[in-house]
């Protein structure tokens, strides 16, 4: 069935770091990809998605590229702060006719000062 | 704007007694999902409402497990006779429309926890 796999965390990164948290899923079909966020407290909030093979998702220099040959939908960011801290959910979605995403683990990510 | 909103945040209950966590979409939002996530694990779909239409409930335990989104209130996620592998958070989930892009907003979850 189809599934969403992603890097176990957490992730432990200094300030300014260049963040990778990597992503792979397994589609019997064309999905929409996602990156969720959840800060401490809060509830998972849309960072950025992609609908087609290469188009790149971005958001507050944040930036993911769906990438069809390598069935993977990585997240990137050139320079992390503190406030970055949080849990980032990938997923997909069908569009089935109830719109269910498939979630990944969730990856946590800790950005030292 | 309020966001989605579901009470309690927090649940204790001991094994056998009832769990009833609340949500309340975004103002104009009439379709709501349902998602479960046990400890280590993704976000799993639950079920998927309308106002008081159940849609897809394909991801619901086929026991103790029931939900619904009345005409006027919050949806409500049930569960009778809890057991500890109920413990998880639950998260609520709403939408404007049943479109295949329409994005869902999440609220905080309700962290349940049977002892």
């Known amino acids: 069935g189809d599934s969403v796999t992603q890097m176990e965390g957490p992730v432990t990164l200094s300030e300014e770091a260049f963040l990778t948290i990597n992503c792979t899923y397994t589609?019997?079909?064309?999905?929409?990809l996602f990156w969720y966020v959840q800060y401490p407290g809060e509830g998972l909030q849309l960072l950025l998605k992609a609908t087609k093979a290469d188009d790149k998702g971005s958001n507050k220099g944040f930036e993911a590229t769906y990438r069809k040959e390598t069935t993977s939908f990585h997240l990137e960011k050139g320079s992390v702060q503190v406030s970055d801290s949080a849990v980032y959910f990938c997923?997909?979605?069908?569009?089935?006719?109830?719109?269910?995403?498939?979630f990944g683990t969730g990856t946590r990510l800790k950005v030292l000062a | 704007n309020a966001g989605v909103m579901q009470n309690p945040r927090h649940l204790v209950r001991r094994r056998g007694q009832e769990a009833r966590l609340r949500c309340s979409p975004m103002?104009?939002?009439?379709?709501v999902y349902w998602y479960r996530q046990l400890p280590e694990e993704g976000l799993k779909f639950m079920v998927y409402?309308?106002?008081?239409?159940?849609?897809?409930e394909s991801g619901m335990p086929k026991e103790r497990f029931s939900a619904e989104f009345p005409k006027e209130g919050p949806s409500i996620l049930r569960i009778q006779q809890v057991v500890r592998g109920d413990s998880a958070a639950y998260f609520c989930?709403?939408?404007?429309?049943?479109?295949?892009?329409?994005?869902?907003?999440f609220g905080p979850g309700t962290r349940l926890l049977v002892l």
């Open positions: 103002k104009g939002h009439s379709h």
């Open positions: 589609a019997t079909g064309y999905p929409s």
């Open positions: 997923a997909l979605m069908y569009d089935s006719g109830t719109y269910k995403y498939i």
């Open positions: 989930a709403s939408s404007q429309f049943r479109q295949s892009q329409e994005t869902q907003y």
């Open positions: 409402l309308q106002k008081e239409n159940i849609i897809d």
